[in-house]
């Protein structure tokens, strides 16, 4: 009887490790997969300067570096590939649209959805974007117009030639990147958020702090273990502490192959003194430092976290 | 079937089979082994005629795999045909086994993507040896991150085997091939990566722009000076200090290249052996050297341990470094660059522990998405946004002035400035902030206009001999303490208020 009770003990363990595991790889699996965008409708937005295509519907921010704009056949067509993107076919079911005003900027916008099979197994699915105008524009993803609801590109005037290195017909990147070279001209209102005593009078205050995960560290999974710490153990001392909720909203890995050695958050201005009750509560030694401009956006993070070599 | 699956042999190989699956999942992020039609296409043609292993390359095709794996498939010269996969020619690049005709090397500047560049030489190295200035663009993670500098150039070198750098690689396992000698002593080590990027970026400036200035030399540091503590927001009970770094010339560098950053050091407590985390707050100064031995300061208000240190990761990088406590750190420092060759960091201290917690409005809940200032994301002024930068303004006009008088007046004008933006404000945010700072201003007026009314009456006894007072001065003393008396908070106050109202009649 006695015996017969270890045994079924032995193999209900066995079982539970089994099927944790199995649960593990599942959830894992669909960790990797299960963000993105969603296009819905699309609206092209008049300005004298720059005219701007906005997409509605539901989007990653935190994907949008991912996002890449090709010049197309002419200067007047761009591509642009959105990864992990599908098109929600009961709101948008044209494919081709050509019936835009007829003084505005806009010719015809294709709109290509792939989904395909990886290497690995997994799916792969994009939507290519192809934008011709009237006249020569310029391409680039708005950031400031751009946040979970909306995904927003300005066709611009180009300011300087597209400097294409090697023979095009051999070239696949051709980017414009143009460097900043002039002062950066500071505008009343920059002015006001940049001094810190201004900024006060200027920014709203939070009561919920949206914190992205991100992994970059040789080790896998650890953005998710530093969440689950966040989460689970520590939330409620970082909430009484900050005086806000604390909102786990992104958990992924850095493609670009980072490795920091220390972990790294990234703040928002106004948020210095929650970043810190946030170094001061997570383990090991962090740096802290507020979002680079070139980043900043209105973006649904306040707080990136980058998990560095040193979180054990 | 449970019986079965549970049985040990099979337990451990099905245990064995998650483990090998995880470890396959690994390598997830790994560089790709095929590409899109177009992109092998274009590839193939790139590659026709270079050389594999000093073999010529006779003529490469393009093959599939499924639907949308393409690979290439090269004929070598000695007769045999090769299956070329994209990530083992990216690897054939990076080691030099392959080679394209006409003085090109093939990029893979992304290790996720197939996306390609060529970078024809010639092109960059006539471009570079033309070059007078450099524009250097920070990288991600760096501190500067998306910032440049302007630097001048001293000569540029292809890498020999007598540089330190030469045959290594950088993190994606490119080789380092040219160097870039500047002339504020710095070196720059290009890949053919980097090199065709910096191309593309116009990163090479024959002539430089006028109203640009290029770096051509360090600044130096000469001292370091403390700056007082003063009142900086008398409404919020704001205090400022500051350090001075001064410098042995005049920095021609706008101040947000100056950043900051707070680094958590865990340093072993001296007395009893413990772990101790310490908070170090850091102001970044590129460009910039330690040439003598520079003198801080043991403590400065609420920064301990000032001091100024080469940054040994970064060439011509200081850092002037000092620990602070976390809990007195409510605001980040501001840098603002003087004319007197110096970079002042202003440092503030408040008592006040409201400034950084969420007032309980229900316009601060962030239910939808919000933006997280007042200002609309849009460039375009909003009519609130006038008035309400014009209140802004306004307040700090009069913060600025030692006339307590001349204050009043201006307190006034930006409460008339605040209510505009409030009927000008479109949504909740707006109106909210627009009257929490009326109201801060509300709260703080009657104790400025009781000292105003004290200091005037006092002026007025001893300056008139007769005693009595100017009566348009008493009109106007007397409005500011009516205005006083509505929002006095204390009955001290108003007992006060009225004492000098019957004064001044």
């Known amino acids: 009887m006695h015996l017969s009770h270890c045994k079924l003990m032995m193999r209900f363990s066995r079982f539970l490790v089994l099927s944790l595991s199995f649960l593990f790889l599942s959830v894992g699996l669909s960790l990797s997969v299960n963000s993105g965008h969603m296009l819905d409708r699309f609206e092209l937005i008049a300005d004298k300067n720059s005219p701007f295509l906005s997409f509605k519907g539901y989007f990653d921010p935190a994907q949008f570096p991912h996002i890449k704009i090709t010049r197309g056949n002419s200067q007047t067509e761009s591509t642009v590939i959105l990864p992990n993107t599908f098109i929600n076919n009961i709101l948008l079911t044209e494919r081709e649209i050509t019936s835009f005003k007829v003084d505005g900027i806009l010719e015809k916008l294709t709109l290509k959805e792939k989904i395909t099979k990886t290497e690995n197994g997994g799916i792969d699915f994009y939507v290519t974007l192809t934008i011709s105008s009237k006249e020569k524009h310029l391409l680039v993803l708005d950031p ?73 560290s040789p080790k896998l999974g650890a953005a998710q273990r530093l969440a689950v710490m966040l989460d689970r153990r520590q939330k409620k001392i ?45 383990p090991g030694e962090q740096v802290l430092e507020p979002v680079p401009l070139s980043r900043n956006s209105k973006l649904a993070t306040d707080i990136e976290i980058y998990v560095g070599k040193n979180f054990e | ?44 043609a790139v590659l026709d005629h270079g050389y594999f292993k000093s073999i010529k390359i006779s003529s490469v095709f393009v093959k599939n795999r499924g639907q949308d794996d393409y690979y290439l498939q090269a004929i070598l010269d000695d007769g045999s045909s090769r299956k070329w996969l994209i990530n083992r020619i990216r690897e054939w690049t990076q080691t030099d086994e392959l080679i394209l005709s006409k003085n090109r090397a093939l990029v893979f500047p992304s290790a996720e993507s197939t996306d390609f560049g060529v ?37 540029f070198r292809i890498l020999q085997a007598e540089d330190s750098k030469f045959l290594s690689t950088n993190k994606l396992g490119e080789r380092y091939r040219y160097v870039l000698e500047l002339e504020n002593g710095s070196l720059e080590y290009f890949t053919y990566s980097d090199a065709f990027a910096l191309l593309q970026r116009s990163a090479f400036l024959e002539e430089v722009p006028e109203n640009v200035s290029v770096l051509r030399k360090t600044f130096k540091v000469i001292e370091l000076k403390k700056i007082p503590l003063q009142i900086e927001d008398e409404l919020r009970e704001i205090w400022r200090f500051g350090i001075e770094v001064v410098f042995d010339g005049p920095i021609k560098t706008s101040p947000d290249r100056f950043p900051y950053q707070v680094v958590e050091l865990k340093l072993k407590d001296p007395e009893t052996g413990r772990q101790k985390t310490q908070f170090f707050l850091q102001i970044i100064f590129p460009n910039s050297e330690k040439i003598g031995e520079i003198s801080g300061f043991k403590n400065h208000e609420y920064l301990r341990y000032v001091e100024l240190d080469t940054d040994v990761e970064h060439q011509k990088r200081i850092i002037l470094r000092a620990m602070v406590n976390p809990d007195a750190l409510n605001l980040p420092p501001f840098i603002e660059v003087t ?15 409201s400034l950084t917690q969420p007032p309980d409005l229900l316009a601060s809940r962030s239910v939808s998405e919000m933006p997280r200032s007042v200002f609309t994301p849009d460039q375009q002024e909003t009519e609130f946004e006038k008035n309400y930068l014009e209140a802004v303004g306004l307040i700090r006009e009069a913060q600025a002035l030692l006339n307590t008088e001349l204050r009043i007046e201006i307190y006034f004008k930006a409460l008339k400035a605040l209510k505009q933006a409030a009927l000008s404000a479109e949504f909740d945010i707006q109106i ?44 106007k003393l007397l409005k500011q303490l009516i205005h006083a008396e509505r929002y006095a908070t204390t009955q001290k106050q108003k007992q006060k208020i009225s004492s000098l109202k019957s004064i001044l009649r």
Not at chain 1, 250 to 278: D, G
Not at chain 2, 339 to 353: G, K, W
Not at chain 2, 433 to 456: E, G, T, Y
């Open chain 1, 144 to 216: 400031e117009k751009s946040d979970s609801r909306h995904l927003t590109f300005a066709l611009q005037k180009p300011k300087k030639k597209v400097i294409i290195t090697g023979s095009a017909e051999g070239t696949q990147i051709a980017l414009t990147l143009e460097a900043k070279l002039e002062p950066s001209v500071i505008s009343k209102r920059e002015a006001i958020l940049l001094h810190p005593v201004t900024a006060l009078m200027s920014y709203r205050q939070f009561d919920q702090l949206n914190v992205a995960v991100l992994n970059a």
């Open chain 1, 238 to 282: 970082l909430e009484k502490r900050m005086g806000m909720k604390l909102k786990i909203v992104n958990i992924s890995s850095v493609r670009e192959q980072t490795i920091l050695a220390k972990t790294k958050i990234y703040f928002h201005a106004n948020l210095l003194k929650a970043a810190l009750i946030l170094a001061e509560v997570l």
């Open chain 2, 1 to 44: 079937m449970w019986e079965r699956i549970l049985n040990k042999k099979i337990y451990f190989i099905s245990l064995t089979f998650f483990l090998f699956l995880v470890g396959i999942s690994l390598p997830a992020f790994a560089f790709p082994e095929y590409t899109s039609r177009q992109k092998a296409l274009k590839l193939a």
């Open chain 2, 119 to 155: 970078l024809e030489k010639n092109d960059f190295y006539r471009t570079v040896l033309n070059a007078t200035a450099f524009v250097k663009t920070f990288s991600k993670h760096d501190i500067l991150e998306g910032k440049s500098l302007v630097l001048g150039v001293l000569r």
């Open chain 2, 339 to 353: 004319d007197r060759n110096s970079i002042i960091v202003n440092y503030y201290s408040s008592t006040d522990q």
């Open chain 2, 432 to 475: 909210a902030q627009a009257l929490n700072q009326r109201d801060l201003l509300l709260s703080k007026m009657p104790k400025l206009i009781i000292r105003n009314v004290q200091m005037s009456i006092l002026a007025l006894y001893i300056e008139s001999n007769n005693g009595k007072a100017d009566p348009e001065i008493s009109k």
